[in-house]
């Protein structure tokens, strides 16, 4: 019997692994704090840790999984910008659900501009008070707007799909164009001066880092809508804030923010909050905010759960790694996988 840590779970997606638990015959210990370099020492004597988004898996809490012995780190997400594969490679496998639901995060990000755009979260406050204003509820048809989508991977090419459902044009930029796609890509430059709607769906990288930022914004059309759906940090949230706050920005739909990972998933209503950019963005009337749920849908928990279980199985089987991922890979490079299909 295998004995594996879980990190910064919730009863929503303990659910879903419970019910596969026998089928693959692991022991399951929960936590609900995060993996750090503080709490990687509750591994001790376990055989593998799945994690999430958000855990710090760093070279130091690399170094102490290692230390115990733990070979295998499954990731029940498909972004991984939160760990060191340099640290990683060598001494832990590192796996991963490459897709659970493209469609889950693409209709999310429809969701938040329907909302943004129609006004719905205004327009629910208003009328459970028997306000039946319509008083600056006003939107515009999406038919016929520009949709800019930064990253045309699995998410990105349901989400423009969907918007070619609404009778959007729709151009995007990514630097590995999908082929024979018929999507019209442009330079991102480009696609900044044109679109009346940007949507994020790249990963998290150097190059993604603040790809929306002060200089970025002044190339934009004035009252363009920003979506992110995608990692925080592709947002400057100092920047956004104030092209919010003078207008540039006519909206924003974030289910991800770059300072999120002490905030979201918790319940700070009894709290004050710190973080003052948060807060201010929350504040304004056409800023909304979700808390990284974009993923959150059963058949996404169900895929989540199965796919993790099975990578772990194939680890502790010594079979090829499927879903394995190393710096090289991460890198967008080829990397040879060795051995058994596995990256070292
Ligand atoms: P994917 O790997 O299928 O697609 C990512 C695309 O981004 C690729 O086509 C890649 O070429 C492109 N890309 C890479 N560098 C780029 C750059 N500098 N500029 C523009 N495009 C670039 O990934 P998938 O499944 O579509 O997911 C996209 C992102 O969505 C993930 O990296 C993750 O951060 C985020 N995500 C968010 C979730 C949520 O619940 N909010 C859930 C799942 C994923």
Redesign the pocket.
């Given at each position: 019997m295998k004995n594996i840590a879980f990190f910064d779970t919730k009863p929503y997606d303990r659910i879903w692994f419970d019910r596969l638990k026998d089928k693959y015959g692991f022991e399951f210990k929960y936590f609900e704090s995060k993996l750090n370099s503080d709490t990687a020492v509750m591994c001790a004597g376990l055989d593998g840790v799945v994690a999430f988004v958000n855990d710090v898996i760093d070279e130091k809490t690399i170094s102490i999984l290692s230390d115990q012995d733990i070979r295998i780190l499954a990731l029940r997400?498909?972004?991984y910008?939160n760990v060191d594969f340099k640290a990683a490679y060598g001494k832990i496998h590192v796996v991963r659900v490459?897709?659970?639901s493209?469609h889950?995060?693409a209709e999310?990000a429809m969701a938040l501009l329907l909302t943004l755009n129609r006004k719905i979260h205004r327009a629910y406050i208003r009328t459970r008070d028997f306000n039946f204003s319509i008083n600056g509820l006003t939107g515009f048809d999406l038919f016929g707007k520009t949709m800019g989508v930064?990253?045309?991977?699995?998410?990105?090419?349901v989400f423009v799909d969907i918007c070619k459902g609404f009778g959007m044009k729709v151009i995007a930029?990514?630097?590995?164009p999908?082929k024979d796609s018929g999507i019209e890509y442009v330079e991102?430059e480009e696609l900044f001066r044109r679109s009346d709607i940007i949507s994020l769906?790249?990963?998290?990288?150097k190059?993604?880092y603040h790809?929306i930022n002060q200089d970025s914004i002044a190339l934009m059309k004035d009252g363009v809508i920003i979506i992110n759906?995608?990692?925080g940090a592709l947002i400057d949230s100092e920047a956004l804030l104030e092209a919010i706050k003078n207008g540039k920005i006519g909206g924003a739909g974030l289910?991800?923010y770059e300072e999120e990972s002490d905030i979201f998933f918790e319940d700070y209503s009894n709290a004050i909050i710190q973080d003052d950019v948060l807060a201010r963005l929350i504040s304004m009337p056409n800023v909304v905010v979700t808390s990284?749920?974009?993923?959150?849908t059963d058949e996404a928990l169900k895929n989540i759960a199965e796919t993790t279980l099975e990578n772990l199985r194939q680890f502790f089987d010594g079979e090829d790694l499927t879903n394995e991922i190393c710096y090289q890979c991460a890198k967008?490079g080829s990397c040879e996988k060795q051995g058994k299909g596995r990256c070292f």
């Open positions: 997400c498909a972004g910008n490459p897709a659970y493209p889950a995060v999310h930064v990253g045309t991977g699995k998410i990105g090419r930029y990514d630097p590995f999908a991102l769906h790249a990963p998290l990288t190059e993604t790809i759906t995608s990692r289910d991800v990284h749920q974009a993923f959150l967008y």
